[in-house]
């Protein structure tokens, strides 16, 4: 019956997370899902406007993301050694952590390490990355704490970076959409029809900036 599959599906799945093993599935399921997320955002691209040509490899994607996949690995090893206590105030503590060091370095290390797979000089990649950086580090903090909370309270030590990965499909699709957006002119407020999560994105920085400019003023 399903039951039966199940545990044996299962059984066949848990070699993949002990000992060494463990570390390449972080790795390729990192690849592998930031791949995906980059071929989703270009699926919408080309369903919104079919007019657009060409096609980006993800495989530019999936390099980026299993040069992340070790990085996760070891980071939210050290994160539960370093707060093996399950209590709230330590979740908080690792959420917090995680958004303050983690969220910002591999942010960096996306801009930059897909930039170079284009073809980009350093130059140029840092300068793409300054220019779309908070925005990026808003719409992080958007996302990533309550993702993280759910993270460091409910899924065990062994699934962290699959869990991450998972949640990062929608996320990655999003990154995409940032770095390869030519523009960075944000997007007109959404009284139009097939107003998209990223328009969304984009209304809110605006929104955000131009509070801060008036706070500057008075």
């Not at 657009?52 to 690995?73: D, N």
């Not at 093996?84 to 960096?108: F, H, Y």
């Not at 962290?160 to 990154?175: A, E, H, K, Q, S």
Request: glycine content about 8%.
């Amino acid at each position: 019956g399903s039951g039966w599959g199940w545990e044996r599906g299962n059984r066949l799945l848990q070699p993949l997370f002990r000992g060494r093993l463990l570390l390449l599935t972080n790795t390729v399921s990192c690849g592998t899902l930031m791949a995906a997320g980059d071929a989703l955002q270009q699926f919408w691209h080309l369903r919104h406007e079919p007019q657009a040509h060409g096609c980006r490899l993800a495989g530019r994607m999936f390099a980026v993301g299993c040069s992340m996949g070790p990085v996760l690995h070891f980071w939210y090893v050290w994160l539960d050694n370093a707060f093996p206590a399950r209590g709230m105030r330590t979740v908080l503590k690792k959420v917090l952590i995680d958004q303050v060091v983690a969220s910002p370095i591999l942010g960096v290390w996306y801009f930059l390490g897909m930039g170079t797979l284009e073809g980009h000089s350093l130059e140029e990649s840092w300068q793409e990355l300054k220019e779309k950086f908070w925005e990026f580090y808003k719409a992080d903090w958007c996302v990533w704490p309550a993702a993280q909370f759910f993270n460091f309270h409910f899924v065990p030590p062994t699934y962290r970076v699959v869990y991450v990965n998972t949640v990062t499909l929608g996320w990655d699709t999003y990154l995409s959409y940032l770095k390869h957006r030519v523009s960075t002119t944000p997007a007109a407020p959404c009284g139009r029809r097939n107003c998209t999560l990223f328009d969304t994105f984009d209304i809110c920085t605006v929104q955000c900036n131009s509070s801060i400019s008036k706070l500057h003023k008075k």
